[in-house]
């Protein structure tokens, strides 16, 4: 899993990177891939509409999504299943007593 970074730390690298240091040499001072900092600056570029693409906001929004949505589908399934289970064990007996 890729290892996450502070907002307030991929700020002040992108600060740095906009004040003339260079990417490569940056990235190897703080030991960081310099795919990862051209990432976060493409990202900031998508974020102020100077690039299309899915904004940070979007994004956090469309995750949270997808987990409600596979939250709601296991409790789907469970009631689905809940459902199985009574529907087999509620057919009458022999002997039963019918109802007047």
Do not use: C
Not at 12 to 26: E, I, N, P, Y
């Amino acid at each position: 899993m890729p290892k996450r970074y502070p907002p307030e730390f991929r700020r002040k690298v992108l600060d740095l990177v906009a004040f003339g240091s260079r990417v490569t040499q940056f990235a190897a001072d703080l030991d960081i891939s310099d795919q990862t900092i051209y990432f976060w600056h493409r990202q900031e570029r998508i974020d102020s509409v100077q690039l299309p693409g899915t904004t940070s906001a979007d994004n956090a929004e469309l995750v949270a999504a997808r987990r409600r949505i596979a939250e709601l589908e296991a409790e789907v399934a469970v009631h689905r299943r809940a459902a199985e289970l009574f529907k087999e064990g509620s057919t009458p007996q022999d002997g039963t007593r019918r109802s007047r």
